[in-house]
């Protein structure tokens, strides 16, 4: 009995530093690899402890445009991967991503990202017609496509989006609910349900705070 005490106790502590180390005064915790399920990591970076930043990419979006982390840079985001033609979760995400949106309307701090992960399928027409119907702001949203192989790697090796290991080939498919929340240093601030309306509130709260910190950091 007194050794499973200690046990416990061990577990405890171990888990306070884990925690602190992360939160490191910041108000929202810096994820690293190693601090998600393995599962949900490439087999390359499981090991990884610390300084994770989401990779450079390349991709186009519903107007045609070249997107890159330029056109983030110093801004806080939200990241999801969808298709166009998904019946099931798709729908209640870009729903959830609106909401987001029509939020954060007023504040030029925040932008969204979604990439689609049928890109062969999603073309910039098919993007514009589903920006449309979703009343997304341009300036504000950058719904895209790209290169297939770039995309699911993102997911995989930047974002820690999705449970599957893969190559990103043609038999190759992802389909997550997740939602990640990047901060201006390129860091993962935290991943969400994006079908879940508390997971939203927490992400909507989780934004603020953010936003906070970074006035009260310049």
């Not at 910041?26 to 393995?38: G, H, I, R």
Request: net charge negative.
């Amino acid at each position: 009995m007194k050794y499973r005490c200690l046990v416990v106790i061990a577990i405890l502590i171990s888990f306070c530093s884990i925690s602190c180390n992360n939160w490191g005064g910041n108000e929202l915790p810096v994820y690293s690899p190693s601090d998600f399920n393995a599962e949900l990591v490439d087999v390359s970076l499981q090991s990884k402890d610390g300084n994770h930043t989401v990779s450079d990419f390349k991709l186009i979006n519903q107007n045609g445009n070249i997107i890159t982390q330029e056109d983030y840079k110093d801004k806080i985001y939200v990241v999801d991967f969808f298709f166009t033609r998904c019946p099931s979760i798709c729908p209640i995400m870009t729903d959830n991503m609106v909401k987001i949106q029509n939020e954060f309307s007023n504040n030029n701090d925040v932008m969204l990202l979604s990439l689609s992960v049928t890109p062969e399928l999603d073309s910039i027409s098919v993007l514009r017609k589903y920006a449309n119907d979703k009343k997304a702001i341009d300036e504000k949203w950058n719904i895209t496509t790209g290169d297939k192989r770039h995309i699911y790697e993102l997911a995989r090796k930047s974002y820690f989006a999705v449970v599957e290991q893969g190559d990103g080939g043609m038999q190759d498919f992802i389909h997550t609910p997740n939602f990640i929340l990047v901060d201006k240093k390129r860091q993962i601030r935290g991943v969400y349900n994006g079908t879940d309306d508390e997971e939203i509130n927490r992400l909507k709260d989780d934004l603020r705070i953010l936003m906070k910190f970074n006035e009260k950091s310049l």
